[in-house]
C-alpha cells in the first residue's frame, strides 16, 4: 500500500478482533513512530505498549462516559500509550520555550502517531486517536514520572469489521493562496 492510498484508506476503527498481534509486526509500527520528524530531532515521544487487561479496564475508566472509544480500549489486544518529554521539544533557550506557542510536544507527539496509525494501516491493524480523557489518572495507572505526560492512548488491534469514510472539506474550503480567505 502506497502512502497516499494508506492516508486516505485508514480509519478509526473502535471495534477490535481479540486475535493476539505479533512482536514483529508491533515492532514495525513502532518504528514508523521512531523515524516522525521532531522539533531539532529532541524526539520527546515515549511510549507505554499495554496488553494487561486489567491495566486496560483501569485506562478505559480514564475516559469520559460518553468517549465511544471505551470498549476499543478494554478489547484490544494492545493499547499504545503515547507520552511526552516536556519543555524539551520547542526550547533553545534556558527559561522558556523559542516560540509564542509554547512546549511543541504536542505537536511532536501528534506526528509519531500519525506516522504510527498509517504504518499499523498498512499492516492490516486498526487503531482511533483517543484524547479525551483524565490524563493525570491515567499517568498515575501508568507510572508516568515528573516531566513527563500522557497525551494520547490508541488500540491497536485487527479491525472488527469496516469504518466508513467520513466526509471531507474540499480543498477550495481549506486552502487559500497568498492571504488567508483568498481563493
Not at 516522525?36 to 486496560?56: E, H, L, M, Y
Not at 507527539?109 to 484524547?131: K, P, S
Amino acid at each position: 500500500m502506497d502512502v497516499p492510498e494508506a492516508i486516505k484508506a485508514r480509519r478509526s476503527i473502535r471495534r477490535y478482533k481479540t486475535d493476539p498481534i505479533d512482536d514483529k509486526i508491533l515492532e514495525q509500527v513502532l518504528e514508523a513512530a521512531r523515524w516522525s520528524p521532531s522539533w531539532a530531532n529532541t524526539q520527546c515521544w515515549r511510549f507505554i505498549i499495554v496488553r494487561n487487561n486489567d491495566v486496560k479496564n483501569e485506562l478505559a475508566g480514564t475516559l469520559t462516559p460518553t468517549n465511544p472509544s471505551i470498549n476499543a480500549i478494554k478489547a484490544a489486544p494492545i493499547v499504545i500509550v503515547a507520552c511526552a518529554v516536556l519543555r524539551k521539544a520547542g526550547f533553545y533557550r534556558e527559561g522558556g520555550p523559542s516560540t509564542v506557542l509554547g512546549d511543541w510536544f504536542m505537536f511532536d507527539v501528534g506526528l509519531a502517531m500519525g506516522n504510527l496509525t498509517l504504518a499499523a494501516h498498512a499492516l492490516g491493524l486498526g487503531t482511533v486517536h483517543v484524547g479525551n480523557f483524565d490524563h493525570k489518572k491515567a499517568e498515575s495507572i501508568l507510572g508516568v514520572p515528573e516531566g513527563f505526560c500522557v497525551v494520547e492512548m490508541t488500540p491497536l488491534g485487527y479491525p472488527d469489521g469496516e469504518a466508513k469514510a467520513p466526509p471531507r472539506k474540499e480543498l477550495a474550503e481549506i486552502v487559500f493562496n497568498e492571504k488567508f480567505g483568498v481563493q
